[in-house]
């Protein structure tokens, strides 16, 4: 938890709580957000740090850059890999995970909601262990993850049924992993995550180019500081097998560079700057180009500074005219609801390539984010496999209104940025989805000068 009365923070208005497995629906006032907020440790970067930690050859030590409340999915991934064998201590701002070299004979997975937990846990499960049950909730068993299915089968893994709850009998076979790149990069990343403890070299050959790519390179960065070795082909991935996961010790977490986007964005939109640290710009996620659409692409002023332990604080001021554009979201699908947010307030029509897989996210984010804008009394539409979003020369800007979340922690935090500029309250149901992944959102907001009631 942040001081709120700190430099360069001002307090808004927070009636309600945020914690607990209540249903939340909250009331966002127009405000203009001012400070720095201090970046979370990645969700990205935590899911696969937990899954190597779990197969190394000694206690792994993961540092995160913050201690705020862990998020849904991340504690799915620690009680999922405790399954695996491993032993894992939470304190606030680290992971303590002692590997098992015995894997329960039978475990039983519940990857809740989690499909980052779910697929790259399908083929580590599927390696390590003769048996084991996998289930879900929520949209999950919705989720696709059939391509993955097929290639473990191919591989001497019997499945059980095509889509959660099912069940594994055979230990995976290293040799030739074949599936499409376009689906999900979370198939990759699981693949990655397993093969390298196969006795025999794999390879992985994608059958269409790899979207999401970034993701995958995150998954590759965290691999190589378990001191795993793999080569980047042409359409695909050569992992050598039988190798071991080195023990790093102790290892930091990158800041999230997904989740800074709505600070970054809430800065673009108000009449105050918006600071965020702890962020590397060397980092390999994705996301980290926001800054960079934000600066070169809609025009707002964007600055960082370099601080003494590497990383850098993000500014973002307050523009007097945001441009649309046109922006391919193929690699960060995650950044498509609070971009679009940002293309409502914008001068012109922005126009959104790379949509396809948008709508196997924890909702059908084309749907949702269309309806988002709409219900707060903006314009968006399908254009084929485009979504235009109308700016506010063409609408007036937007007015405020009820969204639905969804069940989608990115609609309520999207939601929740476009509120700040709103000219009317936005009421937000099911606004405890923001705990998928940014359970401290909402006070970090607040602290900064956001207006939200629970009701």
């Known amino acids: 938890m942040y001081d709120p009365h700190r430099s360069g923070r001002r307090t808004g208005t927070h009636h309600g709580t945020w914690k607990g497995d209540v249903r939340l629906n909250v009331r966002l006032s127009p405000a203009s957000l001012c400070g720095t907020v201090h970046s979370i440790a990645s969700k990205s970067d935590v899911h696969r740090l937990l899954f190597c930690a779990a197969q190394a050859d000694g206690p792994v030590t993961i540092e995160m850059n913050d201690r705020s409340p862990l998020s849904d999915d991340i504690l799915t ?126 390879e992985i050959r994608l059958t269409t180019p790899l979207q999401s790519a970034s993701y995958v390179n995150i998954t590759l960065h965290a691999l190589s500081r378990f001191g795993i070795r793999t080569s980047v082909l042409p359409r695909g991935f050569l992992v050598p097998g039988g190798q071991p996961f080195r023990s790093p010790g102790t290892i930091l977490a990158d800041g999230d560079w997904s989740n800074a986007g709505y600070f970054f964005a809430a800065g673009a939109l108000g009449k105050d700057p918006v600071s965020v640290s702890g962020l590397s710009p060397d980092s390999p996620q994705g996301d980290k180009v926001l800054a960079g659409i934000l600066k070169e692409r809609m025009g707002a002023p964007v600055s960082k500074v370099r601080q003494e332990d590497g990383t850098c604080t993000y500014t973002v001021t307050p523009a007097e005219t945001l441009s649309a ?112 992944s940014y359970p401290s959102f909402f006070d970090e907001y607040t602290a900064l000068g956001g207006i939200a009631h629970v009701i």
């Open 77 to 202: 991934t620690a009680e999922v890999i405790r399954g695996l064998g491993a032993d894992v201590r939470e304190e606030p701002g680290r992971f303590t995970v002692t590997p098992s070299n015995v894997t329960p004979k039978a475990p039983t997975f519940d990857c809740r909601e989690s499909g980052s937990t779910l697929r790259f846990l399908l083929p580590v499960a599927a390696a390590r262990c003769d048996e084991s049950s996998f289930n879900g909730s929520g949209r999950l068993p919705d989720r696709p993850v059939g391509e993955l299915l097929d290639v473990l089968k191919a591989r001497g893994v019997e499945v059980s049924a095509d889509r959660l709850p099912f069940s594994f009998q055979g230990r995976l076979q290293s040799g030739t992993f074949e599936l499409p790149g376009n689906v999900s990069s979370q198939y990759i990343t699981g693949l990655l995550l397993a093969l390298p403890a196969l006795d025999g070299d794999s």
């Open 325 to 436: 554009c046109d922006l391919d979201v193929h690699d960060i699908p995650d950044a498509f609801p609070v971009l679009a947010v940002l293309a409502a307030f914008a001068k012109g029509r922005t126009r959104f390539t790379g949509c396809e897989r948008l709508r196997f996210k924890e909702s059908d984010r084309i749907a949702s984010v269309i309806a988002m804008l709409e219900a707060l009394g903006g314009k968006a539409m399908e254009d084929g496999s485009d979504i235009i979003v109308c700016g506010a020369d063409e609408t007036g800007g937007l007015t405020g209104g009820t969204v639905q979340s969804c069940g989608d922690h990115r609609i309520v935090m999207a939601a929740a940025v476009a509120a700040l500029r709103c000219t009317g309250d936005v009421t937000v149901t099911g606004a405890e989805a923001v705990r998928k």
